[in-house]
Every structure is written in structure tokens, then in C-alpha cells.
């Protein structure tokens, strides 16, 4: 399974949520798809992808927050998962794509190919809802259920460690964010 | 416990009185107080984080909601926070109000929070963030004012350092 197709097939449901990716392939794969101004790459900072979805989700209970995640981010802020699941916004979706690699820095293995479930986890830390996919139509159905559903999802998205020949766009990074504030703000408004 | 609740009820009002509606926090004895104060405050939203630089992420995710915000952390966990400042909230010109519990300085007794109270003000310093002291009740409240409007205006994290003087009583 290819990141890049999960990411395509849920690419027009994006459209009612606000999104915020890691930083490398995920980033670089979801804007080649286009961006839009809903959509927030923290293209550092690994880890906090997911606390930044959190504060997010707890501030805005009506909106939906789907963050893309990935293996070695999640492995650097655990404790995260268990703030995640102790506050459990029914507002959060939490995929994290599994290469079992730190691809974008050389493609060095994570713990996550030796044996660390990261499905598991998830579990153990408390999330309610934690599912772990194989197949892009598994992943699709995954995350639609979790878009529409009403209970915090984390899915595991079993991937290939293979992503984009290049990692930088032409969004600058103050562009992205300040875009996206403004974006959060007319909604607030409508 | 002879940390100052009444010092702690200044700080909470000054909070309030900025329009912060969001505090993350990890316990420490200093702020004890601070953090019942704001788990008892229905308008407060507090998340009770496992390690502070989380707090980074929740408190840009407010920022971009439109939430005012503010970080209550021990000094250790400040350092704790770094690459979270650097990389995320100086990188995306993103404004943070730290309230650092200022331990290890004059007067410690604790011997193991000394080291981190030797590198406190050195470490603000080398990453140029503006930092002042909440050490009088009389003040307090201002420059709590002073900084949140500091933060706003600059887009960057600005500190409060919560002394001995003001949160303990001897």
C-alpha cells in the first residue's frame, strides 16, 4: 500500500476538515495532491503533529481535526498518545502512516519494524477507537468511518517506505501557517 | 504546603483577566494551586500533559482556533520543551505565554533542582526569548498583561519567571 494512494482516496473528504500533517513525505505527498488552505504541514517539530490536533480539536469541538502522522514522529511523543486518549476529543481522527522507516533522513528502520505495535499502543494508552489497515480500501472505509463517526480514531496505515523524489514546495512555511489560521478564522465568522 | 495560594490566585486572575481559556500544564509543587484553580474553572480549558513540550503543539493548535493560551512548567520542564520552541513556535512565528516555575535558584533545598536553576536564564537568553519576573503581588498581574500582549504582538514565546519570593512562604 502507497501512502500516496490512501492519501488520494480521501483526498475530497479533506475538504470539511482541518488538517495538519508531519513534516517530510506525508507533507510532500498531500500538497502534490494540491493544496488547500485547510491544510497545515508542521515541516518540523516531530511529535507534535498530534499535540497541535489536540489543542485544536478542545478549542474548536465543532470542527472536525484529522492529523497524519507517521511511525517515527509518534515513537518521538508517546506520552502524547496518553494525553490524546485522556481527553478524547470526539472531534480528532489520528491516522498514522507506518513505513516502519525514518524515510525522509535515509530510510533507517524504526522500532516499528522490530516488533513495536504501534496498534497496540494506541490501545493501551486509551483511545477508543484504534484499527489497523493494510489495503487502500480498508484505509478509505477506515477513515471515513472515523470523519464521520463521533468517538477520537487512531489508524494504523500499514505503508511502503517509499515516498517523493523531492520534499521541498514552494509554500513558504509562514505562508501555510498564517493562511491557515486566517482560513480557521472565516469559518469561526460564517 | 506553604506554596502562596494567595499568590496563585493573583496569577489565575491575571490569566483570566487576558482572556486565556486554555492552560496546559504538568504538576509541580509551586503550581499546585494554579492548576486546581484552573481544573475548578468551568471557562478553562486545562490539558494535563505527560511531558511539556506537548504543550507547544496544544497551545499553537489554540492559537490557530483563535484561544488565548498559557504553559504552566517547572524550569526543567522548559528545557524539557526546546525543540518545540525552536522548531515549531520560533519557526512559525508562533506566540506562547510561559509561566516557568523559576526552581533552583536562591534559597533551594532541593539539591537536584539546582543544576537546572544554573541554566535557566542562560538558556532564555541564547534563544532570545523575552523573559521577566513575577516576584511581587503588586506587579504580578501587570506584567502577566504585559507579556501575553508582548507574545501576541511579536508572534513569539515569552517568559514568566515564577520566583520564590512570590510562591513560597516561609
Known amino acids: 500500500m502507497l501512502r500516496l494512494d490512501c492519501l488520494r482516496s480521501i483526498y475530497s473528504e479533506l475538504e470539511s476538515c482541518l488538517v495538519i500533517t508531519i513534516m517530510g513525505a506525508v507533507a510532500a505527498e498531500l500538497q502534490s495532491l494540491g493544496h488547500r488552505p485547510n491544510f497545515f504541514y ?4 516531530m511529535g507534535l503533529a498530534s499535540s497541535t490536533g489536540l489543542g485544536l480539536a478542545l478549542c474548536l469541538p465543532e470542527q472536525k481535526v484529522i492529523v497524519f502522522d507517521g511511525d517515527g514522529s509518534l515513537l518521538m511523543n508517546l506520552g502524547g498518545l496518553s494525553t490524546m486518549a485522556r481527553y478524547r476529543p470526539k472531534n480528532l481522527v489520528h491516522v498514522v502512516f507506518d513505513n516502519e522507516s525514518l524515510l525522509s533522513v535515509g530510510g533507517f528502520p524504526t522500532a516499528t519494524g522490530t516488533g513495536t505495535d504501534l496498534d497496540g499502543m494506541a490501545r493501551s494508552a486509551g483511545v ?11 484505509f478509505t472505509a477506515a477513515v471515513n468511518n472515523a470523519i464521520h463517526g463521533n468517538e477520537l480514531t487512531t489508524i ?33 465568522r460564517a | 504546603m506553604p506554596v502562596s495560594l494567595t499568590s496563585s490566585k493573583v496569577i489565575y486572575e491575571g490569566l483570566k483577566e487576558c482572556d486565556i481559556r486554555l492552560v496546559s500544564a504538568l504538576p509541580e509543587t509551586w503550581l499546585v494551586h494554579l492548576i486546581r484553580l484552573t481544573d475548578e474553572d468551568p471557562e478553562m480549558i486545562l490539558v494535563r500533559l505527560a511531558k511539556e513540550e506537548e504543550g507547544v503543539g496544544v497551545s499553537a493548535g489554540a492559537h490557530f482556533a483563535g484561544v488565548k493560551s498559557a504553559m504552566l512548567m517547572q524550569n526543567h520542564g522548559f528545557l524539557a520543551s526546546i525543540n518545540g520552541i525552536v522548531s515549531f513556535a520560533h519557526l512559525y512565528k508562533i506566540p506562547l505565554l510561559m509561566l516557568i516555575s523559576y526552581r ?4 533551594e533545598r532541593d539539591p ?3 543544576q537546572g536553576g544554573n541554566v535557566t536564564e542562560p538558556v532564555l537568553r541564547a534563544l532570545g526569548i523575552p523573559y521577566t519576573f513575577l516576584d511581587a503581588l503588586e506587579t504580578a498581574k501587570k506584567r502577566i498583561r504585559q507579556a501575553q500582549t508582548l507574545s501576541e504582538s511579536s508572534m513569539q514565546p515569552v517568559a514568566l519567571l515564577l520566583t520564590r519570593d512570590l510562591m513560597w512562604e516561609e
Open chain 1, 42 to 45: 508542521l515541516q518540523h517539530a
Open chain 1, 156 to 188: 494504523i496505515a500499514k505503508v511502503e517506505a517509499k515516498g517523493p523524489s523531492a520534499f521541498v514546495t514552494d509554500l513558504s512555511l509562514l505562508e501555510n501557517r498564517f493562511q491557515f489560521r486566517r482560513h480557521i478564522q472565516s469559518l469561526r
Open chain 2, 104 to 107: 533552583g535558584s536562591f534559597g
Open chain 1, 128 to 138: 477508543p477507537r484504534v484499527s489497523t489497515v493494510q489495503s487502500v480500501e480498508s
Open chain 2, 112 to 114: 537536584w533542582q539546582t
